[in-house]
């Protein structure tokens, strides 16, 4: 049998730990949402899964997202859009037809679930899995 008080310093040790091992997780957090906004994009839907206006032919809207950087900031995902990708996601671009490209609101649940099993996977390697 283990020793309590030696069990237990071992998991003040480990909680200690998880500041740091957080800090270099928020860069992989940022390349998920990278990569979950482009995959929008890539299907025609904004960040919450609603899909976007045809245009005015009738067509898939043909926007990229490339003029959209992910960058993070201490501990915020920072996204910014640019030109183009700003006013179709304000509804300004032609034909007057909002396609949003950032959430309306919180954070949506499909992205919710892929950065909490990101964070989950690093808390389990930082505080040992059980």
Aim: charged share 20%.
């Amino acid at each position: 049998m283990s020793d309590p008080v030696n069990a237990l310093d071992g998991m003040i040790v480990r909680l200690n730990a998880v500041p740091g091992a957080l800090d270099g997780l928020m860069s992989e957090l940022g390349r998920e949402v990278d990569a979950y906004l482009t995959d929008c994009y890539a299907r025609g839907v904004d960040p919450d899964g609603t899909p976007w206006p045809v245009t005015a032919t009738g067509a898939k809207p043909k926007i990229t997202g490339t003029q959209k950087t992910v960058a993070v900031i201490g501990h915020r995902i920072v996204v910014r859009l640019q030109w183009h990708d700003a006013l179709h996601s304000q509804g300004y671009a032609r034909g007057g037809r909002q396609r949003r490209m950032l959430p309306a609101g919180g954070m949506p649940p499909a992205l919710s679930a892929r950065l909490q099993k990101i964070v989950g996977a690093a808390l389990q390697k930082t505080l040992g899995a059980r």
